[in-house]
């Protein structure tokens, strides 16, 4: 055996998905909100990632980024969980976990169970207080599906493009 021991200052598992469901929510053009979300199945194998965004073919030059008024972003927008769901073009999602940033609304609870997704690692809860969330919450509780806050142990991870060649 070698006398060089491995790297202790490694990431964990965790911190590495919800670091890929942020870097996804950096490809959001809303200009209020971005979020990222990652699926994972059972072996660490990322099976799909998704942020919030128009559906395709719906140019974001030409549809509405406003929170207020009478025409808003809200009846277009794909959330990120949703999105990653149908970006995995119909892999089984079973017992698989998502990353997400945010805690997921109430429609994107529907899409969670439905797909069989067992598990929501999250890094925000800001909205818990709102009945989408409350309802969110009941439902993904009474079907099974395990709500875990995510407490990183690293305050930041950086990416340099400039690493030396």
């Avoid at 990353?99 to 890094?123: D, W």
Wanted: glycine share 8%; with cysteine.
């Amino acid at each position: 055996m070698g006398k060089t021991k491995k790297r202790s200052d490694y990431i964990s598992w965790d911190e590495y998905f919800m670091g890929i469901a942020l870097l996804a929510a950096k490809r959001s053009k809303d200009p209020s909100t971005q979020v990222g979300a990652c699926i994972v199945d059972g072996n660490n194998v990322i099976l799909a990632t998704g942020y919030n965004g128009f559906p395709k073919g719906c140019s974001d030059d030409e549809f509405p980024w406003d929170r207020e008024g009478e025409i808003t972003k809200y009846p277009y927008v794909v959330h990120a969980e949703l999105n990653a769901i149908l970006n995995a073009q119909g892999k089984d999602l079973r017992g698989s976990r998502i990353y997400v940033a945010l805690f997921p609304c109430n429609e994107c609870a529907k899409a969670i169970i439905q797909s069989g997704i067992s598990e929501v690692v999250y890094l925000s809860d800001k909205y818990a207080d709102t009945p989408g969330v409350k309802a969110s919450k009941l439902m993904l509780s009474t079907a099974g599906v395990k709500l875990t806050g995510f407490d990183p142990e690293t305050e930041s991870i950086e990416l340099n493009f400039r690493v030396a060649k």
